[in-house]
């Protein structure tokens, strides 16, 4: 089967471009214009996501092609690697625009000419950052696509001030993190405008000297659209809690994965096969490093937030720094002399895809439940929230998935991406200290990202609160803003209980992304039958040991829980025991009231003080 797959992208280009020009004719119809805008999406999404498929399991002897807009060449490479990423952007673009059909009526005091302009062309970009294959004409556009689109898109609120001086903040950091990438890449010798990123790789090993300085540079340009400590520190948290919440989830759960996708494209794409040009072990430790800091400093300064979508925010940077120090990790144990240490990297490898993807969903879900709540009380201030269960208990079910998922509880998907990585450092902190080290950081920051999580539904769902300081009395959203937020509950469910199933597929992007520099040691490994994955999880075989990476875990909680459950029922109906239910007694001096409910400053107070260097201090 040969499927033109780059006229199917050119195709999903189309549409999203005219939906650009379309959609905004009828903004004042804004259900129409929402309608419109969510089925041209669907359709472009349509055909990106079987351009996905066929280039994961299908067609997966890749090849860079030129598309020639005008006179211009510009090269393009879909590959299962791309792939992946064209699959995550393409989803997560659907369920917003569906959320966003009701959720923009809440900006009735704005046009949505804007929104409808920029959504599809920030789609495009993104897409194009994950297809185009050089680091010059076609990136540019791409990320100038990208960047640009989302810059209006997050200065939406415009007469709003601190908005815009944050959302041209953020237009400033990202122009910066495009010049560092295109000044690395012209560094390397040789180095032509349109260059392939495998012409660029093979010039790049005669550059001699100035190979530090272009991997730092690229990396320092990716880093900064990653949210990497300390760069997403400077733009970050402010840019994603102003922007519409659908824009918000695509935002945290799909952009900053572009910054992701071009670290790993650098470091296992563009590290020269010959010669030693270039010291991975050096490079892996230095990014498993940032990436450790990233995730104890970014979650860290989420648990100190009061705005819960500034809370989301900072936990993106520290989810992001799983990531982060996953790539590190894997680069350094790969290239690792010690044979287990060696075949513990496929393990910490297929973890950084698993993340991204577990990460998408969500924080993309977490986003949205803010959008919700936003949208029935006007408000995302923690402390004036609280008691939303009885009046959005649908949300409320939902919220509590996505928190236990990113806070790593297992059954949810967050444990079986997090114990992947986790587990493979601590194993190969055996032979190599600093990988126990980032392990146990990782292993603790797990525990404070269950306290941020805590403390967000906590203070938004449980207790009490809101009926003391909203102007009417919240309800359910609609099917519309619900509907995409129980597809990701269920995924999040999904693909913690069967993360096998995403392992087995993760494997092949790998076997099958030709110039990955794993390339050939995940393909011989699966024919030794060295790597192999089960409903046990993801199993690797040294000679004369056996180490298995527990993913079981999930199963055996959701049957201990269930037997839990079961004995307490029965203990309970067997004592004849009956529930009664009373007002919140407050040792007979007040009734419960807003001036004596938990506010945020008391929700692990001496954890937050402790942690007072940290940064990211709320008032």
Same mark, same amino acid.
């Given at each position: 089967?040969?499927?033109?797959?780059?006229? $199917?992208?050119?195709?999903?280009?189309?549409?999203?471009?005219?939906?650009?020009?379309?959609?905004?004719?009828? #903004?004042?119809?804004?259900?129409?214009?929402?309608?419109?805008?969510?089925?041209?999406?669907?359709?472009?999404?349509?055909?990106? +996501?079987?351009?996905?498929? $066929?280039?994961?399991?299908?067609?997966?002897?890749?090849?860079?092609?030129?598309?020639?807009?005008?006179?211009?060449?510009?090269? @393009?490479?879909?590959?299962?690697?791309?792939?992946?990423?064209?699959?995550?952007?393409?989803?997560?673009? &659907?369920?917003?625009?569906?959320?966003?059909?009701?959720?923009?009526?809440?900006?009735?005091?704005?046009?949505?000419?804007?929104?409808?302009?920029?959504?599809?062309?920030?789609?495009?970009?993104?897409? /194009?950052?994950?297809?185009?294959?050089? *680091?010059?004409?076609?990136?540019?556009?791409?990320?100038?696509?990208?960047?640009?689109?989302?810059?209006?898109?997050?200065?939406?609120?415009?007469?709003?001030?601190?908005?815009?001086?944050?959302?041209?903040?953020?237009?400033?950091?990202?122009?910066?993190?495009?010049?560092?990438?295109?000044? /690395?890449?012209?560094?390397?010798?040789?180095?032509?405008?349109?260059?392939?990123?495998?012409?660029?790789?093979?010039?790049?090993?005669?550059?001699?000297?100035?190979?530090?300085?272009?991997? #730092?540079?690229?990396?320092?340009? @990716?880093?900064?659209?990653?949210?990497?400590?300390?760069?997403?520190?400077?733009?970050?948290?402010?840019?994603?809690?102003?922007?519409?919440?659908?824009?918000?989830?695509?935002?945290?759960?799909?952009?900053?994965?572009?910054?992701?996708?071009?670290?790993?494209?650098?470091?296992?794409?563009?590290?020269?096969?010959?010669?030693?040009?270039?010291?991975?072990?050096?490079?892996?430790?230095?990014?498993?490093?940032?990436?450790?800091?990233?995730?104890?400093?970014?979650?860290?300064?989420?648990?100190?937030?009061?705005?819960?979508?500034?809370?989301?925010?900072?936990?993106?940077?520290?989810?992001? /720094?799983?990531?982060?120090?996953?790539?590190?990790?894997?680069?350094?144990?790969?290239?690792?002399?010690?044979?287990?240490?060696?075949?513990?990297?496929?393990?910490?490898?297929?973890?950084?895809?698993?993340?991204?993807?577990?990460?998408?969903?969500?924080?993309?879900?977490?986003?949205?439940?803010?959008?919700?709540?936003?949208?029935?009380?006007?408000?995302?201030? *923690?402390?004036?929230?609280?008691?939303?269960?009885?009046?959005?208990?649908?949300?409320? &079910?939902?919220?509590?998935?996505?928190?236990?998922?990113?806070?790593?509880?297992?059954?949810?998907?967050?444990?079986?991406?997090?114990?992947?990585?986790?587990?493979?450092?601590?194993?190969?902190?055996?032979?190599?200290?600093?990988?126990?080290?980032?392990?146990?950081?990782?292993?603790?920051?797990?525990?404070?990202?269950?306290?941020?999580?805590?403390?967000?539904?906590?203070?938004?769902?449980?207790?009490?609160?809101?009926?003391?300081?909203?102007?009417?009395?919240?309800?359910?959203?609609?099917?519309?803003?619900?509907?995409?937020?129980?597809?990701?509950?269920?995924?999040?469910?999904?693909?913690?209980?069967?993360?096998?199933?995403?392992?087995?597929?993760?494997?092949?992007?790998?076997?099958?992304?030709?110039?990955?520099?794993?390339?050939?040691?995940?393909?011989?490994?699966? #024919?030794?039958?060295?790597?192999?994955?089960?409903?046990?999880?993801?199993?690797?075989?040294?000679?004369?040991?056996?180490?298995?990476? #527990?993913?079981?875990?999930?199963? &055996?909680?959701?049957?201990?829980?269930?037997?839990? @459950?079961?004995?307490?029922?029965?203990?309970?109906?067997?004592?004849?025991?009956?529930?009664?239910?009373?007002?919140?007694? +407050?040792?007979?001096?007040?009734?419960?009231?807003?001036?004596?409910?938990?506010?945020?400053?008391?929700?692990?107070?001496?954890?937050?003080?402790?942690?007072?260097?940290?940064?990211?201090?709320?008032?």
């Amino acid at each position: 089967m040969n499927i033109d797959l780059y006229g $199917m992208l050119l195709q999903a280009f189309a549409i999203l471009l005219g939906a650009s020009i379309i959609v905004p004719l009828i #903004a004042s119809k804004r259900k129409l214009a929402g309608w419109i805008n969510t089925i041209a999406v669907a359709i472009a999404a349509g055909l990106l +996501l079987y351009v996905a498929y $066929m280039a994961i399991f299908i067609q997966q002897a890749a090849e860079t092609q030129a598309i020639f807009f005008g006179s211009v060449p510009v090269y @393009f490479l879909i590959d299962a690697f791309s792939g992946f990423f064209i699959a995550i952007i393409s989803f997560m673009a &659907v369920i917003s625009a569906l959320y966003s059909i009701d959720y923009m009526e809440h900006y009735k005091d704005y046009s949505l000419v804007p929104y409808y302009i920029y959504f599809p062309l920030f789609i495009l970009g993104m897409i /194009g950052i994950v297809t185009v294959d050089d *680091l010059s004409i076609g990136f540019t556009v791409a990320w100038q696509l990208m960047t640009i689109a989302s810059y209006f898109l997050i200065r939406f609120e415009y007469k709003e001030k601190q908005n815009v001086r944050n959302a041209n903040k953020y237009l400033i950091l990202m122009e910066l993190a495009w010049l560092f990438i295109v000044v /690395g890449a012209s560094l390397i010798n040789g180095s032509a405008m349109g260059d392939s990123i495998h012409t660029l790789t093979q010039k790049l090993g005669t550059s001699g000297g100035m190979i530090p300085v272009v991997y #730092a540079l690229l990396l320092l340009g @990716f880093s900064f659209k990653a949210g990497v400590f300390p760069f997403g520190q400077l733009w970050l948290p402010d840019a994603h809690s102003i922007a519409p919440s659908p824009v918000s989830a695509l935002l945290s759960g799909v952009m900053i994965k572009t910054g992701i996708y071009g670290i790993v494209r650098t470091f296992f794409w563009m590290i020269p096969h010959e010669g030693h040009t270039v010291n991975p072990l050096v490079w892996g430790s230095i990014i498993a490093t940032f990436g450790a800091v990233t995730l104890f400093i970014g979650t860290s300064q989420s648990l100190k937030q009061s705005d819960a979508k500034r809370l989301l925010a900072y936990s993106s940077i520290g989810q992001i /720094g799983y990531i982060v120090l996953a790539i590190g990790a894997g680069l350094y144990m790969y290239h690792s002399s010690n044979m287990f240490v060696q075949m513990l990297s496929f393990l910490v490898i297929i973890g950084i895809l698993y993340h991204v993807l577990n990460h998408a969903i969500f924080k993309g879900l977490l986003f949205l439940t803010a959008g919700s709540i936003l949208y029935e009380t006007g408000t995302k201030d *923690l402390n004036k929230l609280g008691g939303l269960l009885k009046f959005m208990p649908v949300s409320a &079910v939902i919220a509590g998935i996505a928190s236990l998922s990113i806070a790593g509880v297992p059954p949810f998907s967050g444990f079986a991406s997090k114990w992947t990585i986790i587990s493979a450092t601590l194993l190969g902190g055996s032979q190599v200290f600093f990988l126990a080290l980032f392990g146990i950081i990782a292993l603790f920051t797990s525990a404070l990202t269950l306290a941020c999580y805590v403390k967000f539904f906590g203070m938004s769902f449980a207790s009490t609160g809101v009926e003391w300081n909203v102007e009417h009395k919240p309800q359910e959203v609609s099917w519309k803003m619900l509907v995409p937020k129980i597809i990701l509950g269920l995924l999040c469910i999904v693909q913690g209980i069967v993360p096998f199933i995403y392992y087995e597929t993760i494997m092949n992007i790998f076997r099958s992304s030709t110039g990955s520099i794993v390339q050939n040691s995940f393909n011989e490994l699966s #024919a030794h039958n060295a790597v192999f994955t089960n409903a046990l999880g993801v199993t690797i075989n040294v000679p004369g040991m056996q180490y298995a990476n #527990a993913i079981a875990v999930p199963l &055996v909680v959701i049957v201990i829980v269930i037997i839990g @459950f079961a004995v307490a029922y029965m203990l309970k109906k067997s004592a004849g025991s009956q529930e009664k239910v009373m007002p919140t007694w +407050l040792c007979g001096y007040q009734d419960l009231n807003n001036n004596n409910r938990y506010k945020d400053r008391h929700m692990f107070a001496a954890l937050k003080s402790m942690l007072w260097w940290t940064g990211g201090n709320v008032k």
